[in-house]
């Protein structure tokens, strides 16, 4: 049955879900020496802005060189020195967590997540992938999961083609992102028909007029057979043959479509990550694709990469470089032999897309071998090291243009890598047309960065309930929203403001995502203000899910004032053929009586909120289900009873185990109560028992709350 849900005083809203705030483990770093009084202090214009650059120093043998400090580095912008002002030298600690934190019930951004550890967004760019090559890859990404990472980092696994969008920390939810990896696949399904054309051909011929491509392809379809023309032994193509031409500009076309999808995606990525500080890594993991330097998404990606001081790797999953498999004979007539150096050429050609981004971010390109496990172990170990300066650029105009980038260390035989420069700022409009969004970019952004907005206090909690149609159980998420910040404005006796939320919930086994957005006009009386100010504005949203694995997320807005706040959570729903009982209920409030339904049960109201006052009433319900039932009455016969245990596991309040009436129908649901007279502050358990009487099944259930120190 689904629950319907009593909303107080114009209080409806959504829920979003969220990952469990856990402590990152913080990496050693060495500050900047403070300068010495003979050292000059430079001075800086208003509105200059600090760029931060990330460097990384290796030997020869690609091993990450740490002991470098403040005085072996230089950096220039555009040729000109520039003085450091900031320098950061961080090493990661190798070990990893022996135990991974258990998640908690409810889920806060209240406290402050620290930002300074890494960040690493694995983009599996299934829209560029076949099914072998991803299969590859997935290994690849499952063992960097494994030992590449360490406790604190947090990690974002990506599909462009929309199958995945998961965002969690280590060690917690490494679990999680290998099972969903596990259910990705390759959605490119190479061209094997004797009318091949390559993407890279397809643009020369279409956007370039080519003729020396047009020509070669001509050459291929004539061996192939592929044209009537060919076959009844007219003379020979001309350079814009119509099949030719036409056939070129569909995989043109179909190749920029995945090129957008795949770059927008990693756009959005970059700009969640702008806000986030440490080191920032993105591991693209794609066959790649062509450079087309006509596509504005590539100038807004580097852009955007460039701003948010993100470092983008490629792993090629192509392995070692050769032919592509349908130039041999296994697909047909062997090539002309003078076209066999422009084959090789045109598959350096294919990634070379892929390979330009990396490179322009301080990244690198691991191919050409088939040891990916290796390639993105080395992307990991490569972020335990690493130097971060900064500098205030001597230009300050705003004119727009690009600032090339150059660090220099003075020690032979490394090699240095960090991006290779930023946009200035430009006055008044953009360098780049903005792109059209159907969700506000705050909002937009908000939602796709892998941390929680702490400017709006949240917390966050799931029920899940009864069966509904089609093997769904009704699912409530329930958010309180702390309002005691909202810049309300006073009109005739009323606070007014409008609160803007945008929900988001995913299931990790299918995909499969719900979207809400609503914005809650708000007209307050002073005592509703008031009671809202200490106990929290409840936004809740009903949903009918499948059992399985959800992430949630929600934003929230403050419109007067434009502050932001999100949380994350993450939650079950159980098989629903089993015997179980919903999820508890506990709430120190009781839901309106609907109207015309007096002899309606009373329930708590769904809140995420388990902090209590000394002496309040609190309440808890559940309904149990799957019960057997007896033969002879055709009714289950289930007892349950409770205890209230302190910190320390003494028992402060308890009732024995009583059969649950059931309704005329067979349902079993229970409410129950305890009053927390002489309950020191302090954090509490209320654990239940229940009992299938009939089958000798048992079940408890474990429900943590606090009693706060009293106000007085």
């Keep these: 049955m689904k629950h319907k849900i009593a909303l107080v005083a114009l209080a409806l809203c959504a829920a979003f879900a969220a990952a469990p705030v856990v402590r990152s483990q913080q990496p050693q770093v060495s500050p900047s020496p403070a300068p010495s009084p003979a050292e000059e202090t430079p001075t800086f214009p208003t509105q ?25 580095f230089s950096i220039e912008e555009d040729g000109n020195p520039q003085a450091i002002t900031s320098f950061e030298a961080i090493q990661v600690p190798p070990a990893a967590a022996a135990t991974a934190p258990v998640k908690p019930r409810i889920s806060s951004n209240a406290t402050p997540e620290a930002r300074t550890g890494r960040s690493f967004v694995v983009v599996f760019d299934d829209v560029h992938l076949s099914p072998f090559q991803a299969n590859r890859a997935k290994i690849a990404v499952a ?36 099972a969903l990896l596990k259910r990705l696949d390759g959605r490119l399904i190479p061209d094997t028909s004797p009318e091949r054309v390559t993407d890279y051909e397809a643009m020369r011929i279409h956007v370039y007029r080519d003729q020396q491509v047009v020509e070669r392809v001509n050459r291929r379809f004539q061996t192939f057979g592929v044209s009537p023309l060919g076959q009844q032994g007219r003379r020979g193509f001309s350079d814009e043959d119509p099949q030719v031409m036409g056939r070129a500009a569909d995989v043109y076309f179909q190749a920029v479509a995945r090129m957008r999808v795949t770059l927008d995606v990693l756009d959005r990525v970059l700009g969640s990550l702008a806000t986030t500080k ?96 290796g390639g993105i172990q080395r992307i990991a170990n490569e972020s335990r090291s690493y130097y971060m300066i900064g500098y205030h650029p001597k230009n300050v105009a705003r004119d727009g243009k690009f600032r090339k980038i150059q660090v220099k260390v003075a020690r032979k035989g490394v090699e240095v890598r960090a991006r290779k420069g930023y946009y200035a700022p430009l006055e008044g409009k953009s360098a780049l047309a ?10 937009q952004a908000a939602l796709d960065s892998p941390y929680e907005v702490e400017e709006i206090p949240l917390r966050m909690t799931a029920y899940a309930f009864d069966e509904t149609l089609l ?27 409008t609160l803007e939320f945008l929900l988001v919930v995913a299931h990790r086994e299918t995909g499969e995502y719900f979207r809400y957005d609503q914005k809650v006009d708000m007209k307050l009386l002073p005592e509703t203000k008031q009671r809202f100010a200490k106990a929290w504005f409840p936004v809740v949203r009903d949903f009918e899910l499948a059992p399985g694995s959800y992430q949630a997320k929600i934003v929230v807005r403050d419109k007067a004032s434009g502050r932001i706040g999100t949380v994350v959570h993450e939650f079950e729903v159980p098989p629903l053929g089993e015997f179980r009982v919903s999820s508890p209920a506990i709430s120190d409030t009781l839901q309106p009586t609907p109207e015309g339904e007096s002899d309606a049960r009373p329930r708590p109201m769904l809140l995420a909120r388990r902090v209590f006052q000394p002496g309040a009433m609190i309440y808890c319900s559940y309904e149990v289900y799957g019960a057997t039932k007896d033969k002879a009455s055709g009714m289950p016969q289930v007892s349950a009873g409770w205890v209230v245990r302190v910190g320390d596991g003494a028992v402060v309040a308890s009732t024995p185990p009583t059969l649950i009436t059931p309704t005329s129908l067979g349902r079993l649901s229970r409410l129950v109560g305890t009053r927390l007279d002489g309950y020191a502050p302090g954090n509490y358990e209320w654990a239940f028992s229940i009992k299938d009487e009939i089958s000798g099944k048992t079940l408890e259930l474990r429900e943590p709350f606090t009693v706060e120190p009293s106000a007085e």
């Design 471 to 497: 093997g769904k159980a009704s699912v409530v998420v329930a958010t309180d929203v702390d309002v005691s910040g909202f810049a309300f404005e006073e009109k005739d006796g009323r606070f007014v403001d």
């Design 278 to 373: 440490g080191r920032k890594t993105l591991v693209l993991v794609s066959q790649g694709f062509i450079y087309d330097p006509n596509l504005d998404e590539f100038k807004r990606t580097v852009n955007t990469a460039r701003r948010s001081n993100v470092a983008i790797y490629f792993l090629d999953t192509r392995g070692l470089g050769g032919l592509p498999a349908t130039f041999s004979a296994e697909f047909g007539p062997s090539l002309d032999t003078q076209d066999l150096g422009s084959a090789l050429f045109e598959s350096l050609e294919a990634a070379e897309g892929a390979e330009s981004i990396a490179a322009d971010s301080g990244g690198f390109s691991v191919k050409n071998t088939n040891n990916l496990a």
């Design 434 to 443: 903005p792109k059209e969004q159907s969700t506000d970019p705050k909002f």
């Design 48 to 72: 200059v802005e600090l760029v931060t650059v990330d460097v990384v120093v290796t030997d020869k043998k690609a091993r990450s060189i740490a002991d470098l400090k403040r005085e072996d």
């Design 143 to 178: 063992e960097f999961l494994k030992s590449g990472v360490r406790e604190g980092d947090r990690v974002t696994l990506v599909a462009t083609g929309g199958g995945a969008w998961w965002t969690t920390r280590m060690e917690a939810g490494r679990d999680e992102l290998i």
